[in-house]
């Protein structure tokens, strides 16, 4: 694998338009040092008038964007070589940095709700302050959560250590860990990697699919008591501040952030259980066309329909994304050509680089998005997908202030999975070949069991791990591994969930940002609802407005203005709908070719 000096610019981020030089950031980091002291001098003073309040909310406004540009720089450096010392001590320089300005402005959300609500409400009619009047209105709904001004500053210092689990994974699982070499279909041996496990887990060898699982897990098992370690250290400090916070669990107060309800999570994890039956016949399908006396979890990635060559190079990715996504308007395209030609992307992996694939939006500049491309049509399928998030970060921080710009996640995968079924939807459209066509119905067949199912067995495995320790379980490698083991057989009823999976859990880096992943399955829904309803009128204008909102309504508000109630059962169990139609139509076309 090449190093990252040895990587060809023309596929790497141009990070000259976040600053030109290191000197450049360097000003700019002694700039928010000098300005983040200033800070407290609001302390104990936004209720002496409207003025007032404006002046401290535009000062931390400004200072919060400076050290947001800063830190994103750095980390953005370090993800594309994670063991480089430089990177990782600029990175260290901006938690700290930001651990200061969250101790600096720790007084913000206390004072406010202090003060008299009527005084604060009057003061947000003047015509200035309409740009923080959410984020205000926002604060007033945490009033029963909030502590004082000393409690929230002295957790405001704890922000860097609650980021040390996450912190200790990523360096074990992205620079200390390495993985061993297997023999490829070709007979060749060749270095397992985080960027080609995923070639290889498609392979249509059944050996090289297991050696590459027994590879890759079995080096996780290696680790396992670290990683258990690791991840009891996260629930622990989650359970701790949610406790802290006076909620009933942790889950609550993850979902307290976009003010989803905990029903909205409870009613996904019903749903995709009442749809187990159409998994079980979808596994039943695999393992008959495979040819497969037993259908094991290593024989879950591979295409159904074999021998289809749909290998897809950078360059044909790009042209494949922008043709797909053509119902959403030409300046949508145009947006595609600049993330193209502007190097907001950064293709191939390289020896240290974050492992996956990310999006990053940044204020005032553009958005900035992580590959590790190896040439499949899933490897496509991820270029549109980021790219949906790049697009939506670009539309909010286009039509937002900084304030309101930063959208939740749970609309986040959205945008992104609106691109992979208008992809889906492109490509069937356009392709006759019988065989062809069923391979391209596997692979949404597969976004459904990888984003919906596969998202909300993860998401039930975060509440079963934060219940466990709730009732006084320890949180160790086999209470862990045992607990994924049996989701993992009620979820994949009709497979055998290998030994080795049952420590899978330990590879996924999401885990860490508790309560997250259930977002992904309630977007691809969300997603599937509007890319039709889209394919059907012709009509975008809906979307492109939920784009344009970023942060400045709560996710599930927002949704609304594109048609979607999350809040009701049928958008999750249409999606459901949707699978097995697709399931059905599948199954016909492997009867005719």
């Known amino acids: 694998m090449k190093t990252r000096k040895e990587m060809d610019p023309k596929y790497m981020w141009d990070f000259t338009h976040m600053f030109a030089t290191k000197e450049d950031w360097e000003k700019a980091y002694k700039e928010c040092e000098a300005d983040i002291p200033k800070i407290p001098a609001y302390s104990g003073r936004l209720c002496e008038s409207a003025?007032?309040?404006?002046?401290?909310?535009?000062?931390?406004?400004?200072v919060s964007q400076k050290a947001e540009l800063v830190y994103l720089y750095a980390m953005l450096h370090k993800s594309g070589d994670n063991g480089d010392p430089e990177y990782q001590a600029m990175v260290g320089r901006c938690v700290n940095l930001?651990?200061?300005l969250g101790t600096s402005m720790a007084f913000l959300e206390p004072e406010?709700?202090?003060?008299?609500?009527?005084?604060i409400r009057k003061y947000l009619e003047d015509p200035e302050l309409a740009t923080y009047k959410f984020m205000a209105e926002d604060i007033l709904r945490g009033r029963a959560h909030m502590l004082s001004k000393e409690q929230e500053m002295m957790l405001a210092m704890l922000s860097d250590v609650r980021g040390n689990a996450k912190d200790i994974y990523g360096m074990l699982e992205s620079v200390d860990m390495e993985f061993p070499h297997i023999t490829d279909e070709n007979g060749n041996s060749v270095q397992l990697t985080h960027g080609n496990f995923r070639v290889f887990a498609e392979c249509s060898d059944t050996a090289v699919r297991r050696n590459a699982f027994e590879a890759c897990f079995g080096e996780f098992k290696r680790y396992i008591n670290t990683f258990a370690a690791t991840y009891a250290a996260s629930v622990k400090t989650d359970t701790y501040f949610s406790n802290v916070r006076k909620f009933p669990s942790a889950c609550e107060a993850a979902l307290f952030n976009s003010n989803v309800p905990v029903a909205v999570y409870d009613s996904l994890i019903e749903a995709v259980h009442n749809g187990l039956g159409t998994m079980k016949k979808y596994l039943k399908i695999r393992k008959e066309v495979l040819g497969l006396d037993d259908l094991t979890t290593y024989d879950l990635y591979c295409p159904i329909v074999s021998d289809i060559d749909m290998k897809v190079d950078y360059e044909q990715a790009k042209d494949l994304v922008k043709k797909?996504?053509?119902?959403?308007?030409?300046?949508?395209?145009?947006?595609?050509?600049?993330?193209?030609?502007?190097n907001w992307i950064d293709v191939y992996e390289n020896?240290?680089?974050?492992?996956?694939?990310?999006?990053?939006g940044v204020f005032?500049?553009?958005p900035y998005v992580l590959l590790n491309y190896s040439g499949t049509l899933d490897d496509a399928f991820t270029l549109a997908h980021e790219?949906?998030?790049?697009?939506?970060?670009?539309?909010?921080?286009?039509?937002?202030?900084?304030?309101?710009h930063g959208y939740k996640i749970l609309v986040?995968?959205?945008?992104?999975?609106?691109?992979?079924?208008?992809?889906?939807?492109?490509?069937?459209?356009v392709e006759t070949d019988k065989k062809r066509r069923a391979y391209i119905i596997n692979n949404f067949l597969e976004s459904f069991r990888t984003t919906i199912f596969r998202q909300t067995l993860f998401a039930e495995f975060e509440r079963i791990a934060h219940e466990m320790y709730a009732s006084g379980t320890p949180l160790t490698a086999q209470s862990l591994s045992d607990a994924y083991q049996k989701l993992n057989e009620y979820y994949y009823e009709g497979a055998t969930v290998g030994e080795l999976h049952k420590y899978e859990w330990a590879r996924i880096p999401h885990f860490y940002n508790a309560f997250y992943v259930y977002q992904y399955a309630t977007g691809f829904s969300s997603a599937v609802a509007i890319a039709n309803h889209i394919l059907e009128t012709g009509d975008a204008s809906a979307y492109l407005e939920f784009l344009k909102t970023g942060g400045s309504d709560y996710p599930l508000n927002e949704l609304k203005i594109a048609g979607v109630d999350l809040t009701k059962p049928e958008t999750v169990e249409n999606a459901m709908k949707v699978f097995a139609d697709c399931l059905d139509e599948f199954e016909q076309l492997l009867k005719e070719i």
Do not use: W
């Open 112 to 119: 406010i709700l202090a003060c008299d609500e009527e005084t």
């Open 412 to 429: 986040a995968e959205v945008a992104s999975t609106v691109n992979e079924v208008l992809m889906t939807k492109y490509l069937l459209s």
């Open 324 to 342: 797909a996504c053509a119902p959403l308007g030409e300046d949508y395209a145009k947006l595609l050509d600049r993330a193209y030609n502007e």
């Open 51 to 62: 003025e007032t309040l404006k002046n401290a909310l535009k000062l931390i406004s400004e």
């Open 364 to 366: 005032g500049v553009h």
């Open 98 to 100: 930001h651990v200061s």
């Open 387 to 404: 790219l949906g998030h790049a697009m939506h970060s670009f539309y909010s921080d286009s039509n937002q202030d900084y304030i309101n």
């Open 351 to 360: 020896k240290g680089k974050t492992t996956g694939a990310f999006s990053c």
